[in-house]
């Protein structure tokens, strides 16, 4: 694939920011992008009891449809998720795809094969971004006709825009590619975050060294071709909309190293390595429900006892809950806390009931209007 850096895939778009409890907000309505009303949804983690995974925006009529798989036999990445939201008048749509996550040991002592899946890692040499990015493009639009690819850029910002925590050795990717759906030319932008982490392990034979390395936050948007430029601040709206929920990622954490525990000590039992992943799998499948109640006292007691030491202020939990109900909660002078609309940055009150919402930070109703207006900060 011939790389090039082209203006289509400048990064403005992903990049612009978009803009007792009493509560002002009520039914909130959601941000308009290129005269698409945007409604909140929620990710589903149907398999571990319903549990919300994380929300995003995307048009309101735009169906949608989320997936997230458990699988106990992947000991080191148990669970995938996947969303798509797609355009039922054309072939506009939104994807975010399972993370493309793989595995290299140095020196290459030939125990795994390429592409070997091990615990949930697939055993590959490290690619360039670039190439690791046309070869996922490669398995998930295999078959399309007419497949080309435009070209690809680095995007450096991408992993803030995406509100992604900071990390050395990771940056973001695009690439674009046209092909056509039912004899209709189409335009397609992948993106992802490439990272590459190297663990040093020392044995008997000396130090050895495992990279962990792949693509994060897999997402694509696509229109019929010539649309893509002038929708591209809708999709961008969608890709920059996610928040993960904060209990499902403490529980995620929390399942995590139960795997890897109950995986040590199955290979301290005398367990082969496939035998133990096996018998591991087996287990907690039958005993699922039992995992999860034992997990869940457990962070429940946590928090229980994080709140008792004094810690002030909104949990993530609570933040989480405003975002899917597009609010911002805000310090009242009148009643403690209120919430507002979170399609407005700016709130102000008159400490007597009445508020003012805007957009424009220099909006001021103590120019115009009387009383003690007072902007209103976010709960802390």
């Known amino acids: 694939m011939k790389t090039t850096v082209l203006c289509w895939m400048a990064t403005a778009a992903l990049l612009a920011a978009c803009s007792g409890r009493h509560s002002t907000a009520g039914a909130a309505a959601g941000p308009v992008v290129d005269n698409e009303r945007f409604t909140v949804r929620t990710i589903i983690d149907r398999q571990q009891g319903g549990l919300a995974v994380a929300a995003f925006k995307a048009p309101a009529g735009w169906p949608d449809q ?17 969303v798509k939201v797609e355009n039922p008048a054309n072939s506009e749509a939104f994807y975010l795809y399972p993370s493309f996550d793989l595995f290299w040991l140095q020196p290459d002592t030939g125990h795994f094969g390429n592409g070997q899946n091990v615990g949930g890692l697939l055993h590959v040499r490290p690619m360039q971004p670039a190439a690791t990015l046309a070869a996922f493009i490669g398995q998930v639009r295999r078959g399309f006709r007419n ?41 397609e932008e992948f993106y992802a975050v490439y990272y590459s982490v190297d ?11 495992q990279r962990d390395w792949g693509l994060r936050f897999l997402h694509s948007f696509r229109a019929p071709r010539g649309d893509l430029d002038k929708r591209r601040p809708l999709f961008a709206m969608i890709a920059k909309s996610f928040r993960p929920n904060p209990a499902w990622t403490q529980r995620q954490a929390a399942v995590n190293a139960y795997l890897a525990e109950q995986f040590n000590r199955q290979l301290q039992a005398g367990y082969d390595q496939i035998a133990a992943v096996g018998r591991l799998s087996r287990q907690i499948s039958a005993n699922n429900d039992a995992m ?14 994080s709140s008792s030491a004094g810690g002030a202020g909104r949990s993530s939990n609570d933040k989480f809950d405003d975002y899917v109900r597009g609010v911002d909660t805000t310090d009242d002078p ?27 930070a220099s909006y001021d109703p103590r120019q115009s209007e009387n009383g003690n207006w007072t902007l209103m900060p976010s709960s802390r």
């Not at 989320?66 to 996947?82: D, G, L, M």
């Not at 690439?175 to 004899?183: E, F, L, Q, R, S």
């Not at 919430?339 to 508020?355: F, I, L, P, R, V």
């Open 66 to 82: 989320s997936q997230v798989i458990w699988n106990y036999a992947h000991t080191s990445n148990p669970v995938t998720a996947a």
């Open 147 to 187: 497949m080309h690819f435009v070209g690809s850029k680095d995007l450096p910002d991408l992993p803030a825009a995406l509100h992604l925590p900071a990390a050395a050795n990771q940056h973001g990717i695009g690439t674009k590619v046209t092909y056509d759906i039912n004899g209709q030319p189409t335009e």
């Open 292 to 305: 999860l109640s034992s997990i869940d006292a457990r962070l429940q007691a946590s928090r229980g006892s």
């Open 334 to 360: 009148y009643y403690g806390t209120s919430q507002h609309s979170s399609n407005e940055s700016y709130h102000w009150t008159d400490g007597y009931g009445s508020y003012r919402n805007s957009n424009d």
């Open 199 to 209: 663990i040093p392990y020392d044995g008997p034979q000396g130090r050895t060294w």
